[in-house]
Nanobody, 126 residues
Framework: QVQLVESGGGLVQAGGSLRLSCAAS????????MGWFRQAPGKEREFVAA????????VYADSVKGRFTISRGNAKNTVYLQMNSLKPEDTAVYYC???????????????????WGQGTQVTVSS
C-alpha cells in the first residue's frame, strides 16, 4: 500500500506559478512510475504529466507542454509539478498517482495507476 499526499495548491493570478509536491510513503519509491492528473468541475479527470521510475523519461499533455515540468527526488520519495504561465483553464483539483512498473517509461493512461492522493486545489484567476 502506498499513501500519497499532495501539497502546494492555492490561488494564483493568471501568468503566475505554483509548485505542487507529492510525498509518497512507499519504501521502494523507485519502483513506481508517477503521474499528475487533474479534474475540473463537471469534467472527467485528465492526464497532465508523468515521469518514469528513474526520472529520465517524461510525457506531458499538449495543453501544458512548455509550461509545466514534472520531476522527482527519489531520495526524498517526492514528485513535483512546477506550473508556470498558469491560465484560468488550469483551474482544477490536481491529483498525484503512482503505478507499480518494471519498466522505465512514463505512462499517460489513467487506468495504469494503482494509487492516488486526495488532491490539491489549484485556482487561477483571470
Amino acid at each position: 500500500q502506498v499513501q500519497l499526499v499532495e501539497s502546494g495548491g492555492g490561488l494564483v493570478q493568471a501568468g503566475g506559478s505554483l509548485r505542487l509536491s507529492c510525498a509518497a510513503s512507499a519504501r521502494t519509491f523507485v519502483s513506481y512510475g508517477m503521474g499528475w492528473f487533474r479534474q475540473a468541475p463537471g469534467k472527467e479527470r485528465e492526464f497532465v504529466a508523468a515521469i518514469s521510475r528513474s526520472g529520465g523519461n517524461t510525457v506531458y499533455a499538449d495543453s501544458v507542454k512548455g509550461r509545466f515540468t514534472i520531476s522527482r527526488g527519489n531520495a526524498k520519495n517526492t514528485v513535483y509539478l512546477q506550473m508556470n504561465s498558469l491560465k484560468p483553464e488550469d483551474t482544477a483539483v490536481y491529483y498525484c498517482a503512482a503505478r507499480i512498473t518494471g519498466t522505465d517509461n512514463a505512462n499517460n493512461r489513467i487506468g495504469s495507476y494503482n494509487y492516488w492522493g486526495q488532491g490539491t486545489q489549484v485556482t487561477v484567476s483571470s
